[in-house]
T-cell receptor, first 113, second 112 residues
Framework: QQQVKQSPQSLIVQKGGISIINCAYENTAFDYFPWYQQFPGKGPALLIA?????SEKKEGRFTISFNKSAKQFSLHIMDSQPGDSATYFCAASMHQGAQKLVFGQGTRLTINP | NAGVTQTPKFRVLKTGQSMTLLCAQDMNHEYMYWYRQDPGMGLRLIHYSVGEGTTAKGEVPDGYNVSRLKKQNFLLGLESAAPSQTSVYFCASRTGGGDEQFFGPGTRLTVL
């Protein structure tokens, strides 16, 4: 079953705009929520991650917002650039132990110049 | 430091053939993982290992076997390939004290 649902499937944003990707999870035992960025022909790479003890985490132009009661989290990319064009995956797991990540379906982001 | 490497990069098999995918990491990581990536389904965990000599099933283990005889290597085997196993396979590794999983470049497998 898909325990992490991601939307939208694809997203087109103008350069300089804000890109927003949303994820919802079901398992309340999850306590680690990373976002991975993947360029064509490459493996995913960790972009930013959050634990549920905070509601927001910002690293440069990338921000994760986390809503524990709604079991939702989102990625915001400010001042989006053509180089941000990639596929983004949210994921969730329990932090302790083997960290078996459950991934969302992915969002293909295109930033138009 | 090569990070996580995967061999081969591409492979075409016929139904019923067998093959082994090799993952190697030079970061002395304890944890290693095998995922498959299919369009519209994200990445799904096949098998994982928490240390040398250990393996465990993930979300979609059927049709695959794994071995971790050496800490730096994690092998994924397909004994009798099926068209449903056409996918891109990614290996990842992680240190026991960290959160980040480091991914390899992937192996694109086609089963005819």
């Amino acid at each position: 079953q898909q325990q992490v649902k991601q939307s939208p499937q694809s997203l087109i944003v103008q350069k300089g705009g804000i890109s927003i990707i949303n994820c919802a999870y079901e398992n309340t035992a999850f306590d680690y929520f990373p976002w991975y960025q993947q360029f064509p022909g490459k493996g995913p790479a960790l972009l930013i991650a959050i634990r549920p003890d905070v509601s927001e985490k910002k690293e440069g132009r990338f921000t994760i917002s986390f809503n524990k009661s709604a079991k939702q989290f989102s990625l915001h990319i400010m001042d989006s650039q053509p180089g941000d064009s990639a596929t983004y995956f949210c994921a969730a797991s329990m932090h302790q132990g083997a960290q078996k990540l459950v991934f969302g379906q992915g969002t293909r982001l295109t930033i138009n110049p | 430091n090569a990070g996580v490497t995967q061999t081969p990069k591409f492979r075409v098999l016929k139904t019923g053939q067998s093959m082994t995918l090799l993952c190697a990491q030079d970061m002395n990581h304890e944890y290693m993982y095998w995922y498959r990536q299919d369009p519209g389904m994200g990445l799904r965990l096949i098998h994982y290992s928490v240390g040398e000599g250990t393996t465990a099933k993930g979300e979609v283990p059927d049709g695959y076997n794994v071995s971790r005889l050496k800490k730096q290597n994690f092998l994924l085997g397909l004994e009798s390939a099926a068209p449903s196993q056409t996918s891109v396979y990614f290996c990842a590794s992680r240190t026991g004290g960290g959160d980040e999983q480091f991914f390899g470049p992937g192996t694109r497998l086609t089963v005819l």
